[in-house]
């Protein structure tokens, strides 16, 4: 996989993520650590992702799209695919796995809502992104 990210690329923007994380949500940076999900532990609501994203897009000077996590995870399933009924399918939930794979798997359950994917989300998940759109622009001729 040439685009694969590695710990490396995590590693380096890891401290202004998490930065911009803990500002966005108003936490101390300790407590923004890799693993833990925003949601969950960080008491982020959807409204947040937002703001985070934002934030993310002038600290790095990307562009992040609205959705992109989820279409991301998608990949190259079609959305009937994906989901049915506002859940995610078998074929979903392989794809959602191998994509998010930063999430223990513990957290990835049957039935599964595609509502419920942000709920997912670690700081990870927003390092990753970081990293795609950085990767994107550098391909970007027009950058």
């Known amino acids: 996989m040439p685009d ?8 380096d923007v890891y401290p202004k993520v998490s930065e911009t994380i803990a500002e966005a949500l108003g936490r101390d940076v300790d407590e923004v650590t890799l693993t833990a999900p925003l949601m969950e532990e960080l008491d982020a609501e959807s409204i947040d992702f937002l703001d985070i994203v934002y934030r993310l897009e002038r600290q790095f000077k990307v562009k992040i799209p609205r959705g992109k996590i989820v279409e ?6 079609s ?28 957290r990835f359950r049957t039935p599964f809502k595609v509502r419920d994917i942000p709920l997912l989300f670690t700081v990870e998940t927003f390092c990753k992104l970081v990293i795609r759109a950085q990767k994107k622009s550098a391909k970007s001729p027009t950058g």
């Open 4 to 11: 694969a990210i590695t710990k490396d690329d995590i590693s």
């Open 72 to 77: 991301d995870a998608r990949g190259p399933l």
């Open 79 to 106: 959305e009937a695919e994906f989901e049915q009924n506002g859940f995610v399918t078998e074929a979903g939930f392989t794809r959602l796995q191998e994509h998010m794979n930063e999430v223990p798997a513990e």
